[in-house]
């Protein structure tokens, strides 16, 4: 089976834009989860999807936002950018509870 | 809510010694504990887990111990090799809660 994909790899972006990262999850899952990765922080929860319901919700503000479709691929979109959201962002999917299996991420520059 | 801590942040092993890697969690209901290893520029992979109902699990030369009483697990990494050089992340959840991440280990694999 193709594993987890995640469009597009890069983005450079200037403060106060928009950005819309895709996720596409392994054949068959239902549930993807999207992470925040910085150097100091580590992973931290963004949100999760399932069956196209938000299921789970981390401490981000209302700029983070996200949604799944039928066919269970997830974008997660970020509005008014700031220097801060600078990150790798990754999400992944899983089939049976719990175990989960990553994207190669999309790395977002925010200039 | 759930918060896990992980020791150390660095670990620099010779080459053919064992690495331990310790986690700690605070939720007595966590009963997941998957631990991911991150080759630089790529994804988390995962690499074992374990559940509450077991107190061990090997996979070659990987082991994960699980003590439910003190809440900690750690990662056993026997004959290391320079491949194995990475960032080891431990994470723990319940349910369908998100899983919560340790900040993170770098091993160093000195050959």
């Known amino acids: 089976k193709a594993g987890v994909t995640q469009t597009p790899r890069y983005l450079i972006k200037t403060r106060g834009q928009q950005v819309t990262l895709s996720c596409s999850p392994i054949?068959?899952?239902?549930?993807v989860s999207w992470y925040q990765q910085t150097p100091g922080q580590g992973l931290q929860f963004l949100f999760e999807?399932?069956?196209?319901?938000?299921?789970n919700k981390g401490n981000f503000p209302g700029r983070f936002s996200g949604r799944q479709f039928s066919n269970s691929r997830s974008e997660m979109n970020v509005s008014t950018l700031e220097l801060g959201d600078s990150a790798l962002y990754l999400c992944?999917?899983?089939?049976?509870?719990?175990?989960?299996?990553f994207g190669p991420g999309t790395r977002l520059l925010v200039l | 809510g759930e918060n896990v801590e992980q020791h150390p942040s660095t670990l620099s092993v010779q080459e053919g010694d064992s690495a331990v890697i310790k986690c700690t969690y605070s939720?007595?209901?966590?009963?997941?504990f998957p631990w991911y290893k991150q080759e630089l520029g790529k994804r988390p992979q995962l690499i074992i887990d374990?559940?509450?109902?077991?107190g061990e699990k090997k996979d070659q030369r990987i082991a994960v111990t699980l003590n439910k009483t003190a809440k900690h697990f750690s990662l056993h990494i026997t004959e290391t090799q320079p491949e194995d050089s990475a960032v080891y992340f431990c994470?723990?959840?319940?349910?369908?809660?998100?899983?919560?991440f340790g900040k993170g280990t770098r091993l160093s694999v000195i050959a």
């Open positions: 939720d007595s209901a966590s009963n997941y």
């Open positions: 994470a723990a959840n319940r349910g369908n809660t998100p899983l919560v």
């Open positions: 054949s068959g899952h239902r549930s």
């Open positions: 374990i559940r509450s109902n077991v």
């Open positions: 999807y399932f069956s196209e319901t938000q299921r």
């Open positions: 992944a999917s899983s089939l049976l509870e719990q175990t989960q299996y």
